[in-house]
């Protein structure tokens, strides 16, 4: 993976080769037509931007030939000076020296001495007469010039979302072709699918990783963000970002923008404290904001953290008894992580009193939908009087993912990875009903656990719990995990793990809120693919 400055130079590169290719060409036109103000225009920016970037990237001897013809294009601007004499030839030959000096960075060579240029720059400036040596200029030289190509090409993301479509299909059919050749079992034809399997499988992470950008893209737009913030609300904050280097799909980081600024807003505005309360709770005046990303298996986690008030459980818990999203008596068996989930409630994002409370509530839900649409998990974590951490769990790209395959009644499901936690195959005397539910003691934790096929077929009817005197045998469990819930799934046999492209359901099935799309097996059978939100909704509602 290449390092945020590796990145960030290749970048400067390419952007500085096409400046100097516009330069050269606007100032041509510029010669030909002295009042052509669209051409000036165009190199007193070009000028104004390669100076900013050299400088911000180090290379100060590019910044200062830069700044220099900048100056003296805005005198040209401003009718101070004229395009024409000997100020045309010192102008042609800082283009050419900027393009040499540009190139020399490129290839990493030492770049040419420019003392002389800004010497002239710096008389023309004055309004007095540059030296010029009897060839400078001299056709036989603006003639010598190499012509040279940027190695980086600028692409659409509309033309990489269309590609990584047709790469989707690609590997649909592989799975296909790959199943087919197995099942005829001819040796030729098996050679051919295989590799074509590694064919489709290098052209798809090819292509994910062209879409690939660093995640600091995102991050160095907040500290302005967090200034503003804490000036409007008269708090200290120290921003710390980590992980600038993290990569993810161009796409999913363009969608969790909004999600990841309201988060980072609400920190500062309702879950640090002022200097005042912090100093009266024994802490420093400026409050510390993290914003960090790091990987983990196959995902992206980004957190925000502060270290404010916290989250008050107790409160939250009360106000999602008198909401009716619980009953008191369930309330009081929820762990905390449990209770802060029902932050992300639509209910609770209206109300005043829970913004009040914790700090938090206001648009939460909102930014759980965003992190749902792209089959993430948004996290939250706090300690009163220390500070709250949200994390949002991202897949890496959004066209292709990691899926749990699952047999219910003869017909294959799908589970994206992103919302399963583990597989288990208990005996029903490790299972107990508690409260009309089923409950599985697994790692310290007590889990709900429910027959899928009554959660996908009893309708509108209430859940009928499945009692042990039901269960025969080994019971082949999936434990899926979302807004910090758990919940175990009851299924006929696990199949496989492997990678699916997930497509829209067709109308009207798209009405069925249990399934987030389809995908095609290597069968050719069609895979219905289990919405793990709406799953775990479906159930909280029908729980006793």
Known sequence: MKSREEEYREIFMAEALEYYDAMSRH????????????????????????KANARAMGFNDIGEVAHRMETIFGLIRSKERTFSGSLVSVLFTGVDTLGGMIRAVDQDEEVANADKLLHNLDLLVEGEEPILEEDEGNADED???????????YIQIKKLDHLLNLVGELIIDRDRILT???????PALQAAASHLFRIADDLQYSVMDARLVNVGSLFNKFPRVVRDVAVAERKEVE????????????????????ALLHLVRNAIGH?????????????????????????????????????????????VRRKAVERGLVSAEAARNLDPSAVRAFLFEPGFSMAKEVTDISGRGVGLDVVKLAIDSLGGQLRVDSVLGQGTTFTLVLPTSIAVKGALLFELEERSYAIPLMHTDSVVSLQPKQLNVVGGILMARLLGENIPVVDLRKLLHD????????????????????????????????????LRQQDIVIKPMSKPLDMIDLFGGVTLLGSGQVCL????????????????
Do not use: C, W
């Not at 087919?180 to 001819?186: C, D, P, R």
């Not at 002022?274 to 992206?300: C, F, N, Y």
């Not at 175990?488 to 696990?494: A, E, P, T």
């Open 27 to 50: 100032i041509s036109e510029l010669e030909k037509d002295p009042a052509d103000e669209k051409a000036l225009h165009e190199l007193f920016r070009l000028m104004h931007n390669l």
């Open 143 to 153: 003639a010598s010039r190499k012509l040279e190509l940027s190695d980086l090409v």
């Open 180 to 186: 087919l050749s197995q099942e005829i079992g001819n």
């Open 239 to 258: 921003l710390t970002i980590n992980g600038q280097d993290i990569q993810i799909d161009r796409n999913i980081l363009q969608i969790i923008t909004d």
């Open 271 to 315: 879950g640090l404290e002022t200097p005042e309360e912090r100093v009266r709770a024994g802490k420093p005046e400026q409050g510390s904001l993290i914003l960090s990303a790091q990987t983990e298996r196959d995902d992206v986690l980004i957190q925000v953290i502060d270290d404010g008030k916290g989250i008050n459980v107790d409160q």
């Open 459 to 494: 309708g509108d009817d209430a859940l009928i719990p499945a009692i042990k005197t039901e269960l025969v045998g080994r019971q082949d469990i999936i434990i899926v995990n979302y807004n910090n819930r758990k919940l175990g799934l009851i299924v006929d046999r696990f």
């Open 529 to 544: 693919v289990i919405d793990v939100p709406a799953l775990t909704r479906l159930f909280l509602a029908k729980r006793p």
